[in-house]
């Protein structure tokens, strides 16, 4: 799987839209790009996954360059819930056998009030 | 409600002794992972599971055992060899992957520290 580079850290005014960079310049045509975080102290929550086109849910947008060597996790208006480590993985398809993710150390997300 | 359990939420035990976190997820998920944190850092993956009565090792498999008797079941025994088992253990299942869909739900983790 290829290796992911993010911030360690990153500030966010409560109400304003957080965007976490995320980049992959070694990714190839079959690895998706999973976002995930982690609150303290608790288990890790799927956020959006993608392969190509940018995603949106209910929780977050997921924007994906053309070249798909960066990506953008946008949390449109950001609550002081939203602290959190994000991670950002990449990961090739299995075809049908499931293995592990591979976590770095993401970008601790701090949402100031 | 339907989720992943994980007992107990802390756990101590003497340095010497082997202990198992347990894991169960009424998800109907066919695939369980173990995972290791450390203060600070990412999560490791010590075992995991794509069918019951099979498992394969995972980055840091050495020190720990596990077992899928069941489905629903995937408990990880950390043993007297595992040189530094303080650490905060996931446990975590997906469903059978297909191309859009492969991702993991996480309990809530057992803290283990060892005296």
């Known amino acids: 799987d290829a290796k992911t580079t993010q911030p360690p850290s990153m500030d966010c005014a409560e109400g304003r839209a957080a965007n976490l960079p995320c980049n992959h310049s070694?990714?190839?045509?079959?690895?998706?790009v999973y976002w995930y975080r982690q609150i303290h102290s608790q288990g890790p929550q799927y956020i959006i996954h993608?392969?190509?086109n940018n995603e949106t849910n209910e929780m977050a947008s997921l924007i994906i360059t053309e070249d798909r060597k960066s990506s953008t996790l946008i949390l449109p208006h950001a609550t002081l819930r939203d602290t959190a480590v994000y991670y950002c993985?990449?990961?090739?398809?299995?075809?049908?056998?499931?293995?592990?993710?591979?976590f770095g150390k993401g970008t601790h997300l701090i949402i100031q009030p | 409600d339907g989720g992943i359990t994980q007992s107990p939420k802390y756990l101590f035990r003497k340095e010497g002794q082997n202990v198992t976190l347990s894991c169960e997820q009424n998800l109907n998920h066919d695939a369980m992972y173990w995972y290791r944190q450390d203060p600070g850092q990412g999560l490791r993956l010590i075992y995991y599971s794509q069918i019951v009565n099979d498992f394969q090792k995972g980055d840091i498999a050495e020190g720990y055992s596990v077992s899928r008797e069941k489905k629903e079941s995937f408990p990880l025994t950390v043993t007297s060899a595992q040189k530094n088992p303080t650490a905060f253990y996931l446990c975590?299942?997906?469903?059978?992957?297909?191309?859009?869909?492969?991702?993991?739900?996480f309990g809530p983790g057992t803290r283990l520290t060892v005296l």
């Open positions: 975590a299942s997906s469903t059978p992957p297909d191309r859009a869909t492969d991702t993991q739900y």
């Open positions: 993985i990449v990961r090739v398809d299995t075809g049908g056998g499931a293995d592990g993710l591979t």
């Open positions: 993608g392969l190509k």
């Open positions: 070694t990714i190839s045509g079959n690895e998706y």
